[in-house]
């Protein structure tokens, strides 16, 4: 998934909340340039959040003191493989 498609795709779910996304790490494997520039990876799982707060203070409008924030985020997946004996 290109990174403006998840974006796209974050403030498409969840319209009411302002959209943040954290840069993904890009690499480079090959050297020389392709036909269409050269090749880009990405990591391989992309996330998307939701994070909503209400007010902190019992005293204070819950209605008028609330927040909510869509961030989004790629990361790689490791696998754990067990130590040979």
Do not use: N
Not at 11 to 35: C, I, K, M, N, W
Not at 52 to 69: C, F, I, W, Y
């Amino acid at each position: 998934m290109k990174v403006c498609g998840l974006q796209r795709q974050a403030e498409r779910a969840f319209p009411f909340a302002p959209f943040h996304l954290v840069p993904p790490s890009r690499e480079y494997p090959d050297q020389s340039v392709g036909t269409f520039g050269p090749v880009e990876v990405l990591p391989s799982v992309a996330c998307i959040g939701v994070f909503g707060s209400t007010a902190v203070v019992p005293e204070l409008d819950p209605v008028l003191h609330r927040s909510a924030l869509v961030v989004a985020w790629s990361a790689l997946v490791y696998e754990h493989r067990e130590a040979l004996p």
